[in-house]
């Protein structure tokens, strides 16, 4: 059985810092993609990063300057730390996995077309405000 729990949210001022954390179970995390999403309050919800099956990152936009995916494949678990936060950067915040089998020969990921990713955690709340 498949399960992706997300936790590490919270609420923080302008200008800190949060570790997501995703942990995962009923799959090899190495074998997938996981993406992490994010839907802030009257918005559609968007991709913000996700890691290969090789290990390889992707970011949304400006994100890579201040946010860092990572995986552990020891504890089943991939992060999302986030530094230098904004209000804007409010919103629920979720992982994902795409365990189509080719993606366990591609080299890349995507968060643009999240409708791939096959199993989704329940969220968690990231507020930024001071």
């Known amino acids: 059985q498949v399960q992706l729990v997300e936790s590490g949210g919270g609420v923080v001022q302008p200008g800190g810092s949060l570790t997501l954390s995703c942990a995962t179970s009923?799959?090899?995390?190495?074998?997938?993609?996981i993406g992490w999403f994010r839907q802030a309050p009257g918005k559609e919800r968007e991709g913000v990063s996700c890691?290969?099956?090789?290990?390889?990152?992707r970011y949304e936009g400006s994100l890579k300057d201040r946010f860092t995916i990572s995986r552990d494949s020891a504890k089943n678990r991939v992060y999302l730390v986030m530094n230098s936060l904004k209000p804007e950067d409010t919103a629920v915040y979720y992982c994902?996995?795409?365990?189509?089998?080719?993606?366990?020969?591609?080299?890349?990921?995507?968060?643009?077309?999240?409708?791939?990713?096959?199993?989704w955690g329940q969220g968690t709340q990231v507020t930024v405000s001071s």
């Open positions: 994902a996995a795409d365990t189509r089998p080719i993606v366990t020969t591609q080299s890349t990921c995507q968060i643009l077309y999240e409708n791939l990713y096959d199993y």
């Open positions: 009923g799959f090899p995390l190495d074998n997938y993609v």
């Open positions: 890691i290969s099956s090789a290990g390889n990152t």
